[in-house]
């Protein structure tokens, strides 16, 4: 797809609308101003009960299972953070009907720090993310979606609560793919972090298939 773009010269962009939400904005702001510290743990959830007959979701030949659906969010957040490959990756699976119905992984990266993923079809949405440094703690539920809420910040000061305005992830995507086109310029989301995001998730297909 990249080559074929490239060859006939139109913009490609792989379309993982949360990284326009307002939450995710306020959360890259405060990491940006280091508030805190070295990270050394991040854990973050995408999961849903899937409880409706004959998805495709669950079809193997067609690449179902919860990590190609919605374990990619979470891979692609750690991604956007690090911005590197992990150097060791570890993953448990729960399997059903040929497709990964519950997935964890662990990522190790050379700098210590170590990146939890979780992803499923088999319980309550759970969207969130939990990010721990030297100096301080964030946390969010709801990271992939648009709504209003708050992120909780923890540091040597004390906790608070940082209110997120409500969001349209898809609009804002849209519209700002639009403009790099429109202008000429590159869209906010490069095809290196693309790739990026496939060598991680193809390493941790091949530990479960």
Known sequence: MTEACESNHVLLMEAFMYRYS????????LLDSGMTGE?????????FLLDWDNDVRMAPELGGGSLYDVGCYPVNFIGMITG????????????????????SALLEYEN???CNVNSGFD?????????????????????????AGSMAVKTKAGRQEIAVAESSPYRLEVEDFADAI?????PLLSLEETLLNMKVIDR????IR
């Open 182 to 186: 429109l202008n000429g310029r590159k």
């Open 22 to 29: 307002d939450r995710v904005r306020q959360l890259k702001t």
């Open 84 to 103: 590197r490959l992990p150097s060791a990756v570890q993953a448990q699976v729960v399997m059903q009907n040929g497709v990964d119905y519950s997935f």
């Open 123 to 147: 319980a309550c949405e759970q969207m969130e993310v939990q990010i721990a440094g030297t100096l301080g703690n964030l946390s969010t539920p709801d990271l992939f979606w648009g709504n």
């Open 39 to 47: 990270i050394r743990h991040i854990s973050a959830s995408f999961r």
């Open 112 to 114: 210590g720090l170590i």
């Open 204 to 207: 941790l297909m091949a530990l």
